[in-house]
């Protein structure tokens, strides 16, 4: 089993910046795209930023020059540099990981979700 624990969110002002972190841990054998999604007040999750194992990354366009997604590979973790918040931006952000695990000797791939953290843009 895979677990993904996120970090880093809270309360700031229009304009401010957040940085959040994802790790990851348990029987991992690799870790391919690793990504962050929200829900706000009211509306379907939806993709936020995603990054690859090699480093590509991929935006929402509500969220593209502001945002900023990278990963360490090392330690398991990505990250989510939050820069210029809106209030639109308020939501509880997912961390979402596809990964390759150890189970009972075999390899097994999977997605795996983390529990989220709140986010919230207000005066």
């Known amino acids: 089993q895979v677990q993904l624990v996120e970090s880093g969110g809270g309360l700031v002002q229009p304009g401010g910046s957040l940085r959040l972190s994802c790790a990851a841990s348990g029987s991992i054998f690799s870790i391919n795209a690793m990504g962050w999604y929200r829900q706000g007040p009211g509306k379907q999750r939806e993709l936020v930023a995603r990054i690859t194992s090699g480093g590509s990354t991929d935006y929402a366009d509500s969220v593209k020059g502001r945002f900023t997604i990278s990963r360490d590979n090392a330690k398991n973790t990505v990250y989510l540099q939050m820069n210029s918040l809106k209030p639109e931006d308020t939501a509880v952000y997912y961390c979402?990981?596809?990964?390759?695990?150890?189970?009972?000797?075999?390899?097994?791939?999977?997605?795996?979700w983390g529990q989220g953290t709140q986010v919230t843009v207000s005066s």
């Open positions: 979402n990981a596809d990964c390759v695990s150890v189970v009972s000797g075999s390899l097994r791939r999977d997605n795996y």
